[in-house]
C-alpha cells in the first residue's frame, strides 16, 4: 500500500511540475545561437519570452517558433521540451532545451536532439 501511495504522489509531482513558475526566467530574452556544424547558418537570433510556467520561443531567422514546456526545474536551471507551433519545415521540433542561469541578466541554453548537444547559446534578459 505505501508503494502505492509513493507512486500516485510521485505521479502527481510530475504532473504539477509544468505548471510550476520559473521565477528567474521571467520577462523577455534576446540572443545569438550557434551549430557549429551546421552547413548554413550556422548562427540564428533567439527571442525568449517566460510569464508565469508559459515559454514562448522565436528563431526570427528562420523563421519558426513555438513553446518551451517544463520538465525539470532546479534553482538555477531548467529543462524544457520544445515544441514548435510554425516553421516545423526549418528547426528541429520535440528537442530538449537546458536553459542555464548564469546571473540575472544572463543565460546560457542548450539544444539537444536526444543526448546530442547540437546548438549553443547566450541569452540576455531585456531590460525595460
Request: charged share 20%.
Amino acid at each position: 500500500m505505501k508503494k502505492i501511495l509513493l507512486v500516485i504522489f510521485l505521479l502527481g509531482l510530475t504532473v504539477l511540475a509544468p505548471a510550476q513558475k520559473i521565477s528567474w526566467l521571467q520577462g523577455k530574452w534576446t540572443g545569438t545561437a550557434s551549430q557549429p556544424d551546421a552547413a548554413t547558418q550556422p548562427t540564428w537570433k533567439i527571442e525568449l519570452t517566460c510569464k508565469g510556467s508559459i515559454c514562448n520561443i522565436k528563431y526570427p531567422s528562420f523563421p519558426c517558433g513555438g513553446k518551451w514546456h517544463l520538465q525539470k526545474l532546479e534553482s538555477n536551471n531548467a529543462t524544457f521540451v520544445e515544441k514548435l507551433s510554425f516553421g516545423q519545415d526549418k528547426c528541429m521540433d520535440n528537442g530538449m532545451v537546458i536553459v542555464k542561469l548564469i546571473d540575472n541578466n544572463y543565460c546560457d541554453v542548450e539544444y539537444y536532439d536526444g543526448k546530442s548537444l547540437i546548438a549553443t547559446a547566450r541569452i540576455k534578459k531585456e531590460m525595460r
